[in-house]
């Protein structure tokens, strides 16, 4: 079992930046994927963005970030990022670190799961 630790939520005004780190431990990741979601309130939780962990990585984002947000990683620290540039009121949200065998799991939300950091982005 993967252990997932997101840090780098805040608070912020629109048009401002943050940065998220997911940290994870507990297995390799040669073979791995890992990824981002948030849940508005009283909204579902939805998919931001996923990257891989093969030596080939690949990216993808929803639609509601491509162009502010970029994914990346640091496979020698088994950290993930989600630099966030522009920041818009609605993407206030508590964001999730997602984790699984490859990116069909993480985009599904089928894998493991961190307890999230709070991003609050103010007009």
């Known amino acids: 079992q993967v252990q997932l630790v997101e840090s780098g939520g805040g608070l912020v005004q629109a048009g401002g930046s943050l940065r998220l780190s997911c940290a994870a431990s507990g297995r390799t990741f040669s073979n791995y994927a890992m990824g981002w979601f948030r849940q508005a309130p009283g909204k579902a939780r939805e998919f931001v963005a996923y990257?891989?962990?093969?030596?080939?990585?690949?990216?993808g984002y929803a639609a509601s970030v491509a162009g502010r947000f970029t994914i990346s990683r640091d496979s020698a620290k088994n950290t993930m990022y989600l630099q966030m540039n522009n920041l818009k009121p609605e993407d206030t949200a508590v964001y999730y670190c997602a984790a699984g065998d490859n990116t069909g799991v993480v985009v599904q939300g089928l894998g493991s799961w961190g307890q999230g950091t709070q991003v609050t982005v103010s007009s």
């Open positions: 990257i891989s962990w093969s030596g080939g990585a690949s990216t």
